[in-house]
């Protein structure tokens, strides 16, 4: 683990769930980011992501998450898609095109 473990223990060490963090937003925003940005082609997918791909395999190679923690992040990450999908349709006024 690196030296991740010493500075958990330096800050952390006075806080009963120091992994306690469920869902994992280190992977919802980094999946948001794919999620629209994917419209936009290849150049912004790859790094999207790649970056995405990154943060999952360290939030829980670095023992900062659970694999569950991870997969609810994914969960939320679509829920709040589809819900903010469902939100942007039903505004009054002509259909907003993200370019």
Request: charged letters at 10%.
């Amino acid at each position: 683990m690196g030296g991740t473990a010493r500075f958990d223990a330096l800050i952390y060490e006075r806080n009963p769930q120091v992994f306690g963090a469920m869902p994992s937003l280190h992977v919802a925003y980094p999946l948001l980011v794919v999620f629209y940005t994917w419209p936009r082609g290849w150049k912004w997918r790859v790094p999207a992501l790649c970056f995405f791909v990154m943060v999952s395999f360290a939030a829980v190679y670095l023992a900062h998450h659970y694999i569950l923690d991870v997969l609810a992040g994914y969960a939320v990450t679509a829920l709040s898609v589809l819900w903010g999908g469902f939100i942007a349709q039903s505004l009054p006024g002509e259909p907003r095109q993200v370019s």
